[in-house]
DNA sequence: ATGTAC
């Protein structure tokens, strides 16, 4: 697609950060597709399978407006990463490839009163004592086998179900996106398969990009934002990324099979069969989007029994829990329900950040005066950023922003590129603690393998996408 | 991302 020009006109012109595809490029195209970047990253996503993604995505029945790319977009399957699709309710589709196989792969930042020097000593056993309690790669989880009414209601009700089992607190819920239960979530259509998949893997943080972090506040960027969200320099974090694991991806796998049989009834040509989607108002769309709630209501859950084993690793280590507070929990690989301008509309955001502003209902009331926290890894080693979002997402990007680094190199080229000792070498000369078993995975995840956070993270800024609140620099790094 | 192939 080296040789589609970027339009010269509408906000191409106007935003240096903004490039625009006219739906007129492609004769399937019914909207724009938008691209956040810079002139360097722009220079490599205008070659890109991505962009070609993001363009099959334009052509989708019921997309509204345009579609959209964060600066951090790579190639996914048929979708793009870092990509946003509006789907109106009337005359729109859903997609599973448009949420991607890891239903809500989220982030979300605990916030602990320690100072980084209370830490001390006790760093490294901490972070071995976190990679002994919280199951990963391939493991389960021993201490936590679901029957089929457990499972049935952590799927209708996620983080809510555990708050009885004394794994989450009210005020989890608070801070969790949709309070760590979406209402549309349907268990019956989640397939045995999915269900047996991950009836013991709910606490678990599984492999590839996954991660528990013990992160320090290293530097404050916006002094009024970081003391609503209660962050100071030197203050001990904790950020954990994972999501549904192999339920979310049994859920995806049945979906995209069953939408590719029946597209041909509704009439659906596409310019990739990984696009696989049904309208909305189908059987067959309604059904995956109660699964889709039901796995992302998994996810949630996940993510805050991984919370309960920190609370609980710092309590060993601390003699209390050092008072780690939920400061916020985001997905990014989701479908919602939203109101846009007016619409009803179905936002897919893979690899993509919800970023709602001060104004916005869904705002925890908490963080009205800065808007919604938003996390964004950066590559293993590397700084994350602490983003707020904005009122003006809303309308540059159907309320989105980034989602991480974004990969720079495949798996295999990264293997290439450096092997696990090394990578290993580099993060223990910087002092910071790793606790891997997983040599291939630490070459997968290398810094080198991931665009420029930093970069990153400046194009949402100066687009207006999200603000930067606080930078954190990990000190020890937990991975399957 | 993923019992990296029903």
């Known amino acids: ?23 007129s490029a ?29 363009m099959n995505v334009a052509t989708l029945p019921g997309v509204h407006d345009a579609v959209y790319a964060m600066p951090d977009v790579h190639e996914g399957y048929g979708f793009p990463v870092g990509g946003v699709a509006a789907m109106r309710v009337e005359d729109g589709v859903v997609s599973p490839g448009g949420v991607g196989y890891d239903i809500n792969c989220g982030v979300r930042l605990l ?41 049935d209601r952590v799927l209708r ?34 397939s045995d398969r999915a269900r047996s998949r991950g009836h013991d893997q709910l606490g678990t943080m599984g492999s590839g990009n996954h991660f528990v972090e013990i992160e320090v506040v290293d530097e404050i960027l916006d002094a009024a934002a970081a003391t609503v969200f209660g962050l100071r320099q030197g203050q001990v ?133 800065a808007g919604q926290p938003v996390f964004i890894p950066g590559s293993m080693g590397t700084a994350s950023y602490v983003l707020a979002g904005t009122d003006a997402a809303l309308a540059g990007s159907f309320g989105s922003t980034c989602h991480g680094a974004g990969r720079a190199l495949s798996r295999r080229a990264a293997k290439r590129a450096q092997s696990g000792g090394e990578v290993r070498k580099i993060l223990e000369d910087q002092g910071i603690v790793v606790r891997c078993p997983s040599s291939a995975g630490l070459a997968e995840e290398s810094p080198e393998a991931y665009k420029d956070v930093h970069r990153v993270v400046n194009v949402v800024e100066q687009a207006g996408l999200a603000r930067r609140v606080a930078r954190l620099r990990p000190v020890g790094v937990v991975k399957g």
């Open 237 to 369: 974090c904790v950020l954990i990324h994972t999501g549904s694991r192999g339920l979310g991806h049994q859920v995806c796998t049945d979906y995209v099979r069953l939408m590719g049989e029946v597209m041909p009834r509704y009439g659906i040509t596409l310019p990739d069969p990984q696009l696989a989607c049904a309208p909305i108002d189908s059987p067959e769309g309604q059904r995956y989007l109660g699964a889709m709630c039901a796995a992302a209501n998994f996810a949630f859950a996940n993510r805050q029994v991984i919370t309960d084993a920190v609370r609980d690793a710092f309590g060993r280590a601390f003699g209390e829990s050092g008072g780690l507070r939920l400061l916020y929990d985001v997905a990014h690989n989701i479908a919602k329900l939203e109101e846009h301008g007016g619409r009803k509309l179905w936002v897919h955001r893979k690899g993509a950040t919800r970023a709602f502003g001060p104004t916005h209902p869904e705002t925890p009331v908490a963080y009205r005066s």
């Open 157 to 190: 009700e996620g983080s809510a179900a555990l708050v009885d089992r004394g794994l989450a607190t009210p005020e989890d819920l608070t801070y969790t996106e949709a309070g760590g239960s979406l209402a549309g979530a349907d268990p019956a259509a989640v």
């Open 1 to 23: 697609m080296s040789d589609l020009a970027v339009a010269p006109t509408g906000p191409a012109r106007a935003a240096p950060w903004l490039h625009e595809i006219p739906a």
């Open 26 to 54: 492609r004769r399937d195209m019914r909207v724009p597709a938008r691209v956040y970047a810079d002139e360097f990253l722009w220079e490599r996503i205008r070659g890109d399978a991505s962009l070609t993604q993001l």
């Open 111 to 151: 916030v602990s009163e320690l100072d980084r020097k209370a830490l001390g000593t006790r760093l490294e056993s901490l972070t071995h004592d976190l990679s002994r309690s919280i199951p990963s790669g391939w493991h389960a989880n021993p201490e936590l086998q679901l029957g089929p009414a457990d499972l």
